[in-house]
């Protein structure tokens, strides 16, 4: 089976940084997408960046152009994303996700971790 586990969330004030990792397994990990989203309060799942599949490049929200930065290790099956200068609109559940396109669309993911709780204080 697939599994999908994110890890790295917290509490942070307003102007500081966390990173976040997504260790996956079950599946090869270099012919996915490996994408981050963030669950607002009222539920909608927003992409912020992914990274993939072969090549490794990447495509940010533009929310969040400028303050994060996607990188993956492959020895590890881990998905890292480094976030900058938190703002309190960065608050949300943040879900690793895997799929085959270079795309932030939902429904082009397939495999979904738990999700880590971020949270930015103003």
């Known amino acids: 089976d697939v599994h999908v586990v994110e890890s790295g969330g917290g509490l942070v004030q307003a102007g500081g940084s966390l990173r976040l990792s997504c260790v996956v397994s079950g599946l090869t990990f270099d012919y996915y997408y490996i994408a981050w989203f963030r669950q607002v309060p009222g539920g909608e799942r927003v992409g912020v960046s992914c990274?993939?599949?072969?090549?490794?490049?990447?495509s940010d929200a533009d929310s969040v152009k400028g303050r994060v930065t996607i990188s993956k290790d492959t020895a590890k099956n881990t998905v890292y994303v480094a976030m900058d200068s938190l703002k309190p609109e960065d608050t949300g559940m943040y879900y690793c996700?895997?799929?085959?396109?270079?795309?932030?669309?939902?429904?082009?993911?397939?495999?979904w971790g738990q999700g880590t709780q971020v949270t930015v204080s103003s």
């Open positions: 996700a895997a799929g085959g396109r270079p795309t932030l669309r939902l429904a082009e993911y397939h495999y």
């Open positions: 990274i993939g599949a072969e090549n490794g490049n990447t």
